[in-house]
């Protein structure tokens, strides 16, 4: 042991929480393999089942304002914004997600693409 602290990457943390689950008595016997501590191991899998602890992918959604004709404006759950009657004119849109997330869209928007930004939506808490 070099005394060094080892980092894992979250997807490697990832790995050796689901390795942790492959049967009774695992966590002493995976710590031991990966060179870490119980509790460090504990530590990660409180963290996974918090949802502190996540798998980042290319495939992943992140928080966009598209400006443009037509406009898609996002704003957070908790925030209340009145939407002028002008904006909801000609042709707009406004679509809320069940988390409360909100997308006002033109009525010539790619309904293939509103379909992927709602799903992204959806998953952010």
């Known amino acids: 042991d070099s005394g060094r602290r080892r980092r894992f990457t979250d997807e490697a943390k990832l790995a050796i929480v689901a390795e942790s689950f492959n049967g009774r008595r695992q966590v002493t016997a995976t710590a031991q393999r990966h060179g870490i501590t119980r509790w460090q191991l504990n530590a990660w899998r409180r963290a996974a089942r918090e949802g502190r602890l996540v798998r980042r992918s290319a495939n992943d959604f992140v928080p966009a304002l598209v400006v443009g004709d037509p406009v898609v404006a996002i704003t957070p759950p908790a925030a ?18 069940t988390n409360g997330r909100r997308v006002i869209v033109g009525q010539d928007v790619d309904v293939d693409v509103l379909l992927r930004l709602m799903r992204g939506l959806e998953t952010l808490r």
Do not use: F, L, N, Y
């Open 80 to 97: 209340t914004v009145a939407v002028p009657p002008s904006i909801m004119g000609h042709g707009r849109m406004e679509v809320v997600s």
